[in-house]
């Protein structure tokens, strides 16, 4: 039976709940193929709703992004409203803050309605790498302000160094209404509450055909789901079940190390108000401390394909270079993983035939959207389709490349190191 790849997430889950693989041939209303946060969260809103629901999961639940991610509830899309705007009018923009400030109510309401012990905090700083980047903070301040957000604040250099163990930024934007949780508990807790109302969750079930017509069915190695509907939620291990959404999404590999549990005045000199932290750059570093006082530090993302063979020696100088004060920290674990971007940096969502639904590519803004994208379809099949429609409409052009998409892609990327360090 799968596993969870080593990692201090895995190493601090608390349930080891198993779920049995698919055997035979069953029948459901929905058959939901992934058992991450965008999969789980569908299948519990639509069995909550009376809806049959299956779950394939070709690993376990909560295998994927959804259980090594940083772990950080980000607020709004990988894009500005302005550009937002552009795509789906005002009015389409105000229905996805809408969907955005939603996104995290759902985390906080889930976390206490099924009683998730998952480290849930709040706070948040997006801090400045350059001087120039401090118009960039003003104007998402601004923006933010606009569509109703005010619980932010702009810090310059010296009230940042106030909160943050380090001095290589130039200010920071502060915002109450996002933070940072653990994000596999977060995902077994969803798990057992799908469980809970009724979901069937297969593990080690992976999907091997997904024939799409008016009555779909889903097949394993083992057995067939037959269901009125669809949903795929595999995001960055979708692979190419569905062909013509395989080149409209992109694997992206994200890495995490975690130093040794921290004292208490340690851990504050560093991060006084447990805040999680991104940066500016195009590129981001990440990084938080977990329940117990550790620095999680996450970023250097690969478009390569490959994951480098000592992650500690690959991430150790990232984290050093923003607290060098770290550089007697044993670092206890590293892992890594896949996240999905798109071309346009939009997530992805849709349906085709109108009975199978998608979505995925949330580029590095998944803990909160890919749970709401859950819900929107969950209304979407249960009838009510607006909010699901105004992102659905947002046209995502293709990777160039085809076969050789990915070392494009890496060559591209190279491009926004250079102008990470130029700007």
């Given at each position: 039976m799968s596993d969870f790849p080593a990692s201090y997430y895995a190493a601090t889950a608390n349930d080891d709940a198993r779920h049995p693989h698919l055997v035979g041939d069953i029948s459901a209303d929905v058959c939901v193929v992934g058992g991450g946060y965008t999969g789980i969260s569908a299948a519990l809103h639509l069995a909550e709703r009376g809806y049959d629901v299956v779950l394939l999961e070709e690993m376990r639940a909560g295998w994927g992004a959804s259980g090594r991610n940083g772990g950080q509830i980000c607020t709004a899309f990988n894009k500005s409203m302005a550009h937002i705007e552009g795509l789906v009018g005002k009015e389409g923009a105000q229905i996805c803050w809408q969907i955005e400030r939603e996104s995290k109510d759902l985390i906080r309401d889930r976390v206490q309605q099924h009683k998730i012990d998952c480290d849930l905090k709040w706070g948040y700083l997006h801090t400045a790498v350059k001087p120039s980047h401090m118009s960039g903070i003003n104007e998402t301040r601004d923006e933010w302000a606009r569509y109703g957000y005010e619980d932010t604040a702009v810090l310059d250099k010296s009230a940042l160094q106030e909160r943050l163990g380090t001095g290589i930024y130039h200010g920071a934007l502060w915002e109450g209404n996002a933070?940072?949780?653990?994000?596999?508990?977060?995902?077994?807790?969803?798990?057992?509450?799908?469980?809970?109302?009724?979901?069937?969750?297969?593990?080690?079930?992976?999907?091997?055909?997904?024939?799409?017509?008016?009555?779909?069915?889903?097949?394993?190695?083992?057995?067939?789901?037959?269901?009125?509907?669809?949903?795929?939620?595999?995001?960055?291990?979708?692979?190419?079940?569905?062909?013509?959404?395989?080149?409209?999404?992109?694997?992206?590999?994200?890495?995490?190390?975690?130093?040794?549990?921290?004292?208490?005045?340690?851990?504050?000199?560093?991060?006084?108000?447990?805040?999680?932290?991104?940066?500016?750059?195009?590129?981001?570093?990440?990084?938080?401390?977990?329940?117990?006082?550790?620095?999680?530090?996450?970023?250097?993302?690969?478009?390569?394909?490959?994951?480098?063979?000592?992650?500690?020696?690959?991430?150790?100088?990232?984290m050093l270079k923003v607290f060098p004060q770290l550089a007697d920290a044993k670092l206890e674990y590293a892992w890594g993983g896949n996240i999905a971007i798109t071309l346009?940096?939009?997530?992805?969502?849709?349906?085709?035939?109108?009975?199978?639904?998608?979505?995925?590519?949330?580029?590095?803004?998944?803990?909160?959207?890919?749970?709401m994208s859950g819900k929107l379809i969950a209304d979407a099949i249960a009838g009510t389709a607006e909010r699901f429609d105004v992102l659905a409409r947002i046209k995502h052009q293709p990777f160039p490349g085809g076969p050789i998409r990915t070392p494009m892609l890496a060559l591209g990327m190279l491009y926004y190191r250079i102008r990470d360090i130029l700007s």
């Open positions: 933070g940072h949780l653990h994000p596999l508990n977060y995902a077994l807790g969803l798990a057992r509450a799908a469980a809970e109302a009724g979901v069937r969750i297969f593990e080690d079930s992976r999907v091997i055909k997904l024939e799409a017509g008016t009555n779909p069915v889903v097949s394993t190695a083992h057995g067939t789901v037959k269901a009125r509907f669809v949903v795929t939620a595999g995001n960055a291990y979708l692979g190419k079940l569905v062909p013509s959404l395989y080149h409209r999404v992109m694997p992206v590999g994200s890495f995490i190390v975690a130093t040794e549990p921290l004292s208490g005045e340690r851990a504050r000199s560093l991060i006084r108000d447990n805040d999680a932290i991104s940066d500016t750059n195009f590129i981001v570093d990440y990084y938080r401390l977990s329940a117990d006082r550790r620095m999680l530090f996450g970023g250097r993302a690969n478009y390569s394909g490959y994951e480098p063979k000592d992650l500690f020696s690959y991430m150790r100088p990232r346009d940096r939009m997530p992805h969502m849709g349906s085709i035939g109108g009975n199978v639904f998608f979505a995925h590519g949330y580029c590095g803004h998944g803990v909160a959207l890919s749970g």
